[in-house]
Each structure stands twice: as C-alpha cells, then as structure tokens.
T-cell receptor, first 116, second 114 residues
Framework: AQSVTQLGSHVSVSEGALVLLRCNYS??????LFWYVQYPNQGLQLLLK??????LVKGINGFEAEFKKSETSFHLTKPSAHMSDAAEYFC??????????????FGTGTQLKVEL | DAGVIQSPRHEVTEMGQEVTLRCKPI?????LFWYRQTMMRGLELLIY????????DSGMPEDRFSAKMPNASFSTLKIQPSEPRDSAVYFC????????????FGQGTRLTVV
C-alpha cells in the first residue's frame, strides 16, 4: 500500500530564508507525487506534481521539488520564504487508478510559519 | 469553471440529527472523492466515485455514513445519526479521467456536532 511520511509537523523559518519541507513516500509501483498547500479555512490547492519525466519539478509561488527514487523522497523547497507562504503543506502519493485518474494518500501535513 | 462547490460551508448540528453535505464537481470530471480532515487523523479518503458509480467505500467509518452520486454534477455525503466525533472538515474533490492529473478540491464543509 502507498504511504507518505512528512517529517516535522511544524517548521519555522525567517522571511527570506530557505524553505525545506520533507516528504518520503512508499509505493509498490512508480508513484505520482503531489504537493498541496492549504491556507486557513480554505481547500487544498495544488503547488506542483511529479508524474513522469524531469525529476525537478517547478510549481507555483516559487516552489519546487525533486523526485529522488533512490531516497524515496520528494522534498519541497523555496529559496526565499515570504510571509504569504505561511500555511499548511501536504505531500500526497498516488499509484494511479485503473482507467486513469489518481486516488491520493496524504501525509499528515507540515505547518509552515514565517517570521520577520 | 467555478471549481468544486461544496455546501454548506459551515454546519452546526445536535448529536443524533441527520446531516447532509453537498458537492458539485467540476463539469466533465469523471472522478469524485470525499475526504475528511481532523487534527487526529489528518486527511482521510472516505469514498470515491467513477462516472457516478461508487468504487471504493472502504474509508467510510461506519454505517452511519452514506454517500450518493445521482448524476455527474451532484453528490451527497450523509451522516445519520450524527455524533460529536464526526466533527471535522469534509472535503469534496474531483478529477478528470487522465493520468498525470491531480484532484481539485472544494472549500470544504466544517461540521460541528454538539
């Protein structure tokens, strides 16, 4: 069965500092991997996804993630944090569904705090 | 497109009452998912539909929970009778029938059972 582990339920960075949110996955087949962001009282919004092809994936708001099969990781990074990045971030894995589509299994989330 | 639309956004009900949550997926999407989010358990998949047919309901916690999708543009999640431990945020999401695609989430319904 597929699963995701997010290390660190809370991460705090200074504005302008590097953001690194960790995600490790377990999957019996080549996975599809996703990062979502959730702002307070909002739904989940896709930041980026890895399906096939280039292992370094760029997303919205300056975020990127690198798929490393050997490490079963898909860590999320941003070179310079902004106050508006404060939110909860979820990593998700999918093994795909027969006939297309994806059933996502989510990690427990990482709350990012950005301080002045 | 307006995205996935859920109603109501907030629901407060008394224990024992019936609760119905509603979802309108994005037009043309073949899959519909219901998730529940709690502090203790995070985001859990409850059930999903493909072309209006329930495919996997193994995440539905108890028989008190039921979900239907009578047509491609509408789904309901019903809890009867409701209990305080059902308090959570319930999300509906939809996705098209293509590989390499993500699920699109609604704003959620925050349910409080008192």
């Amino acid at each position: 069965a597929q699963s995701v582990t997010q290390l660190g339920s809370h991460v705090s960075v200074s504005e302008g500092a590097l953001v690194l949110l960790r995600c490790n996955y377990s999957s019996s087949v080549p996975p599809y991997l996703f990062w979502y962001v959730q702002y307070p009282n909002q739904g989940l919004q896709l930041l980026l996804k890895y399906t096939t092809g280039a292992t370094l994936v760029k997303g919205i708001n300056g975020f990127e993630a690198e798929f490393k099969k050997s490490e079963t990781s898909f860590h999320l990074t941003k070179p310079s944090a902004h106050m508006s990045d404060a939110a909860e971030y979820f990593c998700a894995v999918s093994e795909g569904l027969t006939g297309g589509g994806n059933k996502l299994t989510f990690g427990t989330g990482t709350q990012l705090k950005v301080e002045l | 497109d307006a995205g996935v639309i859920q109603s109501p956004r907030h629901e407060v009900t008394e224990m024992g009452q019936e609760v119905t949550l509603r979802c309108k997926p994005i037009s043309g999407h073949d899959y519909l998912f219901w998730y529940r989010q709690t502090m203790m358990r995070g985001l859990e998949l409850l059930i999903y539909f493909n072309n209006n047919v329930p495919i996997d309901d193994s995440g539905m916690p108890e028989d008190r929970f039921s979900a239907k999708m009578p047509n491609a543009s509408f789904s309901t999640l019903k809890i009867q009778p409701s209990e305080p431990r059902d308090s959570a945020v319930y999300f509906c999401a939809s996705s098209p029938w293509t590989e390499n695609t993500e699920a699109f989430f609604g704003q959620g319904t925050r349910l409080t059972v008192v």
